[in-house]
């Protein structure tokens, strides 16, 4: 079996049927919160237990078999956070799904591979993170895809360490420290490289770094990253998109490698340059229409070939 998602190993293929279940659903999308029902009637049927999401905080995670998340990714990074370790089956709500590998439409057979013990568990590593003030952590925490120091309205010079060693001094708007399952998010927005299934290594990557010294580069694993902020100008630290303490100068920022391992559960033959591929493609929004001004009818608009073509 190949992987889908970048950084995520294939682990283990999974033979024994889960038979406690957890269940999680978006409530921010009523598609969601209505197809949880279905579910959670697929599995009971089956003879498994469900375990609603509130009274999943309160269950001996090493007893619980697999949780399915219906929602999108960052709902994906939510749950691994809060239950470390345990192999998430994730079914797309959101946008582009890769972590949530299952579409919608698909859900009853990825419910009946999963009862069948029909999966593979792919893992990847994660991160932790502190924010280090006068020798002392006063923030942090564990993340999924990526650890961010961001500068306000500002640039924010920012030193980079390596097991204690200086690299360089980054000014900019940032620093971006991601996994490899991770690398498909800011991190490759922000120019950085994709980290495929079998790289083991964390990418640490400038923000619109105003320095001809601004390339991305690979860390081991196991090495230890910190971030200074070296000037007296606003940054944030920042665990998967949310914001968690300002930083200031010459706090330091402490990432390694989390204890925990991230697990997604794959089903079938899968194909991590293909998804990328389909996933990124530039028709992902093709019916996008502005929020200002007049919107042309449906059958108005111009293909998508043809927007911003060049007149010769």
């Known amino acids: 079996m190949s992987d889908t998602t970048a950084g995520l190993a294939p682990h283990e293929d999974r033979r024994e049927r ?16 209505e197809l949880s029902l279905d579910v959670a009637r697929e599995l009971e049927r089956a003879g498994a237990e469900v375990i609603p999401e509130e009274r999943l905080p309160r269950e001996d995670l090493r007893d619980i078999d697999a949780i399915v998340v219906l929602g999108g990714d960052g709902l994906m990074m939510r749950a691994a956070n809060a239950s470390p370790g345990v192999p998430l089956l994730g079914i797309n709500f959101g946008n582009v799904g890769f972590l949530a590998l299952v579409e919608r439409r698909d859900w009853r057979p990825a419910i009946d591979a999963l009862l069948a013990g029909d999966f593979t568990v792919q893992e990847g590593p994660t991160l932790q993170a502190a924010l280090v003030r006068d020798d002392k952590a006063v923030a942090g925490g564990a993340a999924i895809n990526d650890v961010v120091v961001r500068s306000g309205a500002r640039m924010v010079d920012i030193e980079i360490y390596i097991d204690g060693r200086y690299v360089n001094t980054y000014p900019g708007d940032g620093m971006i420290v991601s996994t490899p399952h991770g690398s498909t998010a800011y991190c490759m927005a922000a120019g950085g490289p994709i980290l495929t299934a079998g790289v083991r290594g964390f990418a640490i990557v400038p923000i619109s770094c105003h320095s001809p010294i601004r390339m991305p580069f690979v860390v081991p694993e196991q090495a230890m990253i910190e971030m200074v902020v070296a000037n007296n100008h606003d940054a944030w630290l920042i665990l998967d998109g949310a914001e968690q303490a300002p930083v200031r100068q010459w706090d330091v920022v402490r990432v390694t490698r989390g204890k925990d391992p991230f697990r997604l559960v794959a089903l079938g033959t899968t194909d991590f340059y293909e998804a990328f591929r389909t996933k990124f493609n530039f028709r992902i929004r093709p019916n996008a229409v502005p929020s200002r001004g007049d919107r042309p009818p449906a059958g108005d608009r111009a293909p998508i070939a043809e927007v911003g073509a060049i007149s010769r």
């Open 18 to 33: 889960p038979r406690r279940i957890g269940l999680i659903a978006a409530k921010s999308k009523e598609e969601a919160r």
